[in-house]
Each structure stands twice: as C-alpha cells, then as structure tokens.
C-alpha cells in the first residue's frame, strides 16, 4: 500500500485530471449556443463528437480510477430497442453504464446541471431534467421519455435505472414505471462490481 501510494496513486490523479479537463473541454465545445433546457437535438458533428470522443475520455477516466469493464453481450442499436433498463443501482460508479452502452440520455436531477466541469460533460449527454420543486415535474418527464423513445432516432437512446435510488445490489427492488410508459422494447442491463472487499456501494442500510 506504501509503495502504491508514493508511485501509483500520484500517476492516477495526474491521469484522471488531465483526462477529465479534457473531457470537460470536448463536453464545453459540442454544447456551445446550445441551451441547456435540451429542447432540440444534438446533431450532426456535435452527436458525433460528443457520442464517440467522449465515450473514450469516459473509458479513461474509469481505467484511471482501478477500473477494468468487461461487456457481456451487445447493446441494442435504437430501432432495437429505444430505451436501457439498469440495474442494481448502488453509486455513481454506475455512470459505466453509460459509457458502455453507446452514450445514451439520462434522466437526472436538474441540479446536477449546475456542477462545475461534471455539469457541463452531462449536459453534452443531453439529459432528461427531473426537477424535485416542480409537481409537474414526474408527468413532464414521462412525456419527454416518450418522446424521445418514439423519435425513431432524432434522439439519442435513453438510459433509466428504474429503481430510481440506490440500493446496496443484495437485491433488485420494485421497478419505478417511467421506462415502460412509452411501450416500446427495452433492453436490461445488469451492473455487477466482483472485487473480494465490496468498496463501490456506498448504501449499506436497507434491504437484506
């Protein structure tokens, strides 16, 4: 631990800051004039800057941090299927998906938006805006999962953890029912974390 701590470590932020203004830089650079409310599209160089060159820094910034991914299986292209399913959701490690499955939108707390350099690489995602003070906020959301779902491409795929909170993964809980409004196919994946010392899920308290 002593020698990883003098030699390693060091190497491992340095990488993870560099790679991270990079990201923020790229992430600034696909969404400027474009507002934040996420009324339209990102298209054409932007998508593919932000979908692909984005993925990679994500890639990095998680080798970085210790992490080494292994995908089973294929994701789905968008007219196989317009919505992820992911689970169990225990931390924001779990942003992995994300990078894995293609660079799809998110559904995120409108609050997170405004966090300095993480704001600005989710809004290049182009996330669907759950605001918590809004009553109409639930309904608002469900619509614009739909229509993007049923954008036959104009939108990029969307990515729900349907437990909609965190859990410490001893289970799946109930499913919240915002994937499934728009009826159309989702594909499920499944999250798992096979280091010996469980030191990713930060919720220990709940279910057993």
């Given at each position: ?15 993870f ?11 600034s ?48 292209s ?15 490690f ?48 469900i ?19 349907p ?10 809980i ?25 030191t ?9």
């Open positions: 631990m002593l020698l990883c701590g003098l030699f390693i470590l060091p190497l491992r932020i340095i990488f800051l560099i790679t991270l203004i990079m990201a923020w830089l790229v992430a650079f696909t969404t400027c004039c474009i507002s934040k409310l996420g009324l339209e599209p990102l298209k054409g160089w932007r998508r593919n800057v932000s979908k692909y060159v984005l993925s990679c820094l994500g890639r990095c910034l998680f080798f970085s941090m210790g992490f080494h991914v292994r995908i089973f299986g294929k994701p789905a968008f007219s196989e299927s317009p919505v992820f399913v992911v689970a169990p959701h225990s931390s924001f779990d942003g992995i998906a994300v990078i894995a499955s293609g660079m799809p939108s998110t559904v995120s707390r409108a609050e997170n938006i405004a966090v300095p350099i993480f704001g600005s690489i989710l809004h290049s995602l182009q996330p669907i805006m759950v605001s918590r003070t809004d009553p109409d906020s639930r309904k608002n959301t619509n614009e999962i739909t229509k993007r779902a049923t954008s036959e491409g104009e939108w990029p795929q969307v990515l729900i953890f437990e909609g909170t965190c859990t410490n993964r001893s289970c799946l109930s499913f919240k029912p915002g994937a499934f409004y728009p009826a159309v196919p989702v594909q499920p994946i499944i999250l798992r974390y096979p280091n010996t010392l469980d990713v899920t930060w919720t220990w308290q709940g279910y057993t």
